[in-house]
């Protein structure tokens, strides 16, 4: 049994802590947040104890891994607190804001050498995944053309568009690691367009909430992102991706599969209305790849060089937001054995 | 070059004309029907001739092949004047609409050695023949399964429901011969159960608008029809066939590929308002299998065999509509080598 | 919290124990099962307590509401028990193998005055459920025919065939139960042909594994159900209902939502392996709406003389299987304002 | 009746010859080509007459429409002598390779004052249409993204790419066409990146066989489109336009409808071989289209100046693909009012 804390019960952490309670290998141990009473309704509802105690947190006598899902200023100092402890990690997106930080606190953790899992999530959509497996197995030949799309239903509120460090770090970000990990390697450059279309006000701060990416792979081959904050038809995600002989598609989710004819017309259930419902089962599915690597010693699934990479993309995709340019993206040079697989 | 007579020049006769007109192996001649004026609209709009002589249709020194697409009531004479001609033809269904008479001229024309073949359009459905041949390669096992659907968006009119021998005979006889060509082999048994629902008048003349009959293979295997006059929602026709080792369907057709999301709903395009934009290739098609057969010495592709056996087991659906009973079919003993292939 | 003891710790047992630990308004007492181990096992891994006594199972101090999950043979003495101690059921189906008897433990239950509701956990999918609401807000018009899909992917033990009550009272029974509930009538006759295909053992034992029903409803409408037990591509279960406008399909379920497109064709995910993973959510689902009506009072959704009814039919199934005739359906004669809604 | 006049019988000629001799209101009277071989075989076909004097082509007393579906360079000249005949014309794009040469023989017809259409056929498709109806009506709202996707199943033979002004010029011109007609705006600026992947050998004359372009519309609205010379799956196109309160997509079109289900796997009919397939009751429909504008006065439905917009859509495409920056777009002014509608 691997013995759990969970720092965070906000929305997310509350969602790890139903999955650490029901995993059969974990035993969730202990809940910390600032606010205590938020930590004491979610530790009671599983099982486990809420402390107002960071050190007991990272005490090794009694904790084996925690689940760092605070709040994203937080992630850093946990981490290192972490890796001091030699306590394992598993860690919420980003690993901090600003990159050269994120990359100090990775190296840091590296040379602790405490198993580290960032949580990009969605590798473990199960559609995902048998896209990726079926690109791998070179049925639709060598990648020549990936499309992505991540699309939410609701823009966000203006005090969060502040503090995100804008829409291609906070959403896209999940699109720039898919696209790494689907294509087995590092784009060389990005470019990207957006405007503030659904919510004007984010414009102020610099931000856009339509915009649409493109990556050039070394190879040549192209990746187009779309990132959409707000739809009016609910959540759409979707992968695409042509090789030299053949489309693989990890295709949009109904909500529902009733239809009905009358007339002409043919109507039907359409999509989830919220993201969580579509990618509620990949949080499980990542703590559970996790919790192999800490009783099997499987390799990290997604490392902490996957999570600087990504952001480094996102950097980068910022800049040609801001610039209209086209811009180089340059990565970290973190000494990993962590490629892309 | 075959030189091609039209009997008839109603609705089904100037859809014959227009792919008698445009067959590259096909001289279109000359046209016949009671009312000139009629034939002579048709023959101008294609380039033949209008006769009001039933002997120059019969004329063989003028005409190689004769299309019957007359009323019901006359195809067994002008098949009877095709046979003594020694001219070839290419009958609308039914034969006759009685099974005795059907089967006498069936046998004249056996005698006379003239090619015939029988309209079965839906044989050449592009999806139901790929369908069959899917099954006859035997790639989902033996049959076991096999669900049809034929409904169409109207109720006929009064005055034909009079005269077309009924729902079984006129509409669902095309399911029963897709029955046997798909599965190989001759239904043994029949139940069926039917309602006037969108039409109850028609319950005056002994018929139904909504059928649904059960029909048992030699082997076991089991066939279901559903036969609507009237949908609410277009003209819908699928098959569905379910062998040991899998399925196979030919869907139905949609009349579009355009789907709008909103809120929690998708819309897409329906079906096809009408029967005839769903079957109209299938007329063509099979003229050229007719031409074939009278060119490259091809098998007939729709026998008066297969002729005569669809109406019996009609004419057995019909019976158990009446009786409420379970019936045998029995096969006109016709001394024949067209078993279904 | 109400308080419930689980009887049996089988297959479905351990089903229900799952969603009985993890309802927020159930107190999850007890498990007994004959095989005391069994029950041991689940009560411990749901934090229940097994009881070797069925006497504190039907303790009316200890327990509110008891879920009957034993084997068939024992549901009617369970549900008389339940009955004796004024205690709740919920309760498997069927209520007894033998209708008379089963009849017999209705009255005594309905006397008794104990709420009981019979698992036709199939009315809880989300799918059936939204098309029945469809049907209901008379957007298609009045129901006109019905055709459901039951099709299950393995052939069950041929021990289990012996003891099953047969294909049409095991399985069909639940679309018997949907047919009612979605018409909101009782079918007056029942036709059903039916071959030992998959398995021609179970010929031996009177029993079939591919069978097609056609019920007539009071009004004409007309319903079609096929039912096979091994299918060789996985759980295929739909439902489709024309109404005199339209048309509304709960459509079969995939197992993913990938595609690949090479050369002419394209590959998709298949159909669930097996029928439990898509009727799962179901089981959770029909239980939240009993202990609504623990608490709530809201009305029994699916009560004791639905299940009479059910099986009503699939008695005369049966017997027209057997005869080859087609069979009246005669409904025991329950005082109850039950009627299918 | 309209009198028609073809020039050039290539593959594209003899398209439209069997479209003017189809339509009612068209006596298609003559086809020139340079070969006149093939003019001769394409009008003894069609029952029209093979010239060898262009004089004959533009004598206004015999013909009053001329469709120019020549070698692109001979473009300019025959528009330029139907202007000065007084003839209309009905033009397969592009007008000229050279945008300023284009723009001279435009003003020079337009000076004249026949009726001109540009064969954007594109536009005349069915789903296309109907996407546009939805988006013009307002049901998604103000349009924020659309996806376009064009890919072909073959590259194109390295003669021919030398001469066909590139892959934006000569593919993507369709699609920037449609863009600007499905959201009624002309692109202010535009981004393309760009590889040559199944034919290296391209890039030697500059050009590259799978593109993404980047559109931005005044309003902020994103454009993408990706464009592919080569599939391993046949030929591929879509639409999908987001609104701000909804999405409409014109989806790929299957060759059938027939799928397979055994063990956990789908097999369905892939896409069309080949872009005709598709692509081919768009030209009868254009041509429909032109027919009204003669007969009926109904406005040009592709103008001349719809022409030279989509092709310094494309100049400025392929300077953003040589240059890798964003390029304005700077649109000839022609004094028009056919704004997009």
Known sequence: MQRFALIGAGFIGAVHAANLALHPDIDFVMVYDVDHARAESIASAHGARATQSPDEVFDRRMIDAVLIASSTDTHADNLRRAADAGIAAFVEKPIDLDLAAAHDVVAYAERAGIPVMVDFNRR???????????????????????????????????????????????????????????????????????????????????????????????????????????????YDERIEVMGASGLVESRRHAAGNVVRYGG????????????????????AAALSAFVSTLTEGTPVPVTLDDGLKAQAIADAATASLRSGLVQRIHYPSVDSRDEPQ
Not at 194 to 214: E, F, H, N, Q, W
Not at 264 to 283: C, K, N, S
């Open 124 to 234: 473990f959509d199960r559609d995902h995944a048998e896209l990726r497996r079926i690109v791998q197995s070179g049925s639709v030949g060598d990648v020549e053309l990936v499309l992505l799309t991540s699309r939410g239903p609701t823009s966000p509120p203006i005090e969060y568009v502040k503090v995100s460090g804008g829409q291609l770090r906070d959403q896209t970000v999940h699109f720039f690691d898919l696209a790494r990990w689907i294509c087995g390697a590092d784009p060389v450059e990005v470019f990207v367009a957006g405007s503030a279309l659904a919510d004007p006000r984010i414009s102020r701060y610099g931000d856009v909430d339509t915009s649409v990416a493109t990556l050039k792979m070394p190879t040549g081959a192209l990746v187009q992102i779309d990132s959409v904050r707000r739809t009016g038809y609910g």
């Open 264 to 283: 002409i017309h043919a109507a039907a259930d359409g999509l989830h209305a919220g993201w969580f419902e579509r990618v509620r089962p990949t949080y």
